[in-house]
């Protein structure tokens, strides 16, 4: 894949074009958005984008301005519990849900408002837990998108037993505590020291330094580690996409982007389950890669990118 041509950015500041408000779930729940419209000229459709655990919406910017140069209209939310989307629990540190299913409502309701209101084609995308939802929802046919991207998806985690007794595990901490109380300590990774996040997330020292400032900027935007609840939330929906003909029912076209050495998610489950996808064209990074594709250097990024261009040029129907 050819580079990407450059362009200056700020990736610290919200662009003057984006609008930023709030949209309800069906509980009323308020969710941050973010809208930004493609420059003059017909647009070549709308994307939804979707972070992962702990994201929100600033970490993307740049990464919206590329698709929206290429003549995307693009909206992002942060997921209830984190980001600019408020918390679950009184702890604003820990990241806590009991049940994804209350995120896949939130995307069903959110998809179909957004679709109403917006100029098709339509593409869904997300990383890391974003894509795990976004490929559930895709199963469940919640959403009926004319294209998903699943970058670096959460589709299992980096443990050395089997999803069944993950959940068991997690289950009993549940049962023996508060479920919202936090799994680990610090970091994205279970005995990860701090010092290690930058390496698990992306070779570049720039892109990662924008989070961190972002992070003192506005401080709604920092959350740290997850709760039992989510653990045991999250095995349940591994195991729930595990089952046979789940998978296999997904209807719309798939790219997945995933780093093979990446240090937070299996890189084998998500290659294990594109597999069983109808209609998925998967790229494995090597080790040039970590786990945020879209925040990498540049050699990395901008092949992603490239790679989404060509996926959905080849099958995203025209306007």
Known sequence: MTDQPSFDFDRRRIPSGAVVDHVHAPDGWPLRRIRWTAPDGPPKGSLLFFGGRGDHFEKY????????????????????????????????????????????????????????????????????????????ALAEQRVAPDAAILVAPMLGFLAPYPDWLGEKVAGLMCRIGDPARPAWKISEKPGSPLAARRQLLTHDAARYDDEQWWHEAVPETLLGPGSWGWVRAAYTSFLKMAQPGVLESVN??????????????SSKAAIRDAARLPDCTLHVYGREAAHELLREADGVRNDALA???AFLDRVVPQR
């Open 61 to 136: 910017l740049e990464t919206f301005e590329d698709w929206r140069r290429r003549g995307w209209q693009v909206t992002s939310i942060d997921w209830r519990g984190q980001g600019g989307s408020g918390r679950t629990t009184a702890n604003p540190n820990v990241g806590h849900i009991d049940d994804f299913a209350i995120w896949i409502d939130d995307i069903a309701h959110l998809f179909g408002q957004w679709q109403g209101e917006s100029i098709g084609p339509h593409v869904i995308a997300g990383h890391s837990m974003g894509g795990h939802l976004l490929l559930r």
């Open 252 to 265: 719309a076209p798939v790219l997945m982007l995933v780093a093979r050495h990446d240090g937070l998610v």
């Open 307 to 309: 790679r989404i261009d």
